[in-house]
């Protein structure tokens, strides 16, 4: 009954390559949230989306499209990857979009070689 | 962009001894903050939350502090035990505009 899932946990794959990591809640949140997570531990939050419209979109390569085709799922597709782009990705939802706790995912570690 | 905290630190406490954990933000418009603690290989995990209309809560073992005038945020965790060894995060959320994290406290609990 895991409450946040991510797949894939581990990515492994050659600069250029068009990669995508899914996100699922089955909290009934209707906010979710992607962050990536550096070698130094550096948390930063890249998107969020309030009942699968885009509230947040910091400074994040147009590479990276998030899609939320209903509220339970958030995906994050990346083209043309690089090796900067190695890191760990997490996904995170919470009941609304301000003032709330966010429930994290396990995180999906990409290596990009 | 904006950071939270300092660059990430090594608290290291002996098992038994209370735990300070210190985090400084720099949105002073902030009105909600969080603790998270995140153990090896695993998403951040809740701890503890305040708004800013309060300046004390107390959890379970866990106490955060809240200074707005220095926009300071503390975390303490009483009898501190091996099971507490992990990286803690502050983050501020700046009435959901912003979500930011600080860099992290690396606890390690010694026997």
């Known amino acids: 009954d895991t409450a946040v899932s991510q797949t894939p946990k581990y990515l492994v794959t050659q600069m250029g390559n068009d990669k995508s990591i899914k996100c699922e809640q089955n909290l009934g949140h209707d906010t979710m949230y992607w962050y990536k997570q550096d070698s130094k531990k550096f948390l930063k939050i890249m998107f969020s989306?309030?009942?699968?419209?885009?509230?947040i979109n910091e400074t994040v390569p147009n590479r990276f499209s998030p899609k939320s085709p209903d509220k339970a799922h958030l995906n994050l597709h990346i083209n043309s990857l690089e090796l900067g782009d190695s890191a760990v990705y997490f996904c995170a939802s919470s009941p609304g979009t301000s003032g709330y706790e966010q429930y994290f995912g396990p995180g999906t570690r990409l290596t990009v070689t | 962009g904006e950071s939270v905290g300092l660059h990430l630190p090594t608290l290291s406490v002996q098992e038994g001894d209370n735990s300070i954990i210190n985090c400084a933000y720099s949105?002073?418009?902030?009105?909600?903050f969080i603790w998270y603690k995140q153990e090896s290989g695993k998403g951040p995990q809740f701890i503890i939350d305040i708004r800013s209309n309060m300046d004390k809560r107390q959890g379970q073992r866990v106490t955060v502090l809240l200074n707005k005038t220095v926009k300071h945020l503390s975390l303490q965790i009483a009898a501190t035990q091996p099971g507490d060894s992990a990286v803690y995060f502050c983050?501020?959320?700046?009435?959901?505009?912003?979500?930011?994290f600080g860099p992290g406290t690396r606890l390690s609990v010694l026997p």
């Open positions: 983050a501020e959320d700046n009435y959901g505009q912003n979500f930011v």
């Open positions: 949105n002073s418009a902030s009105d909600y």
């Open positions: 989306y309030n009942n699968k419209e885009l509230i």
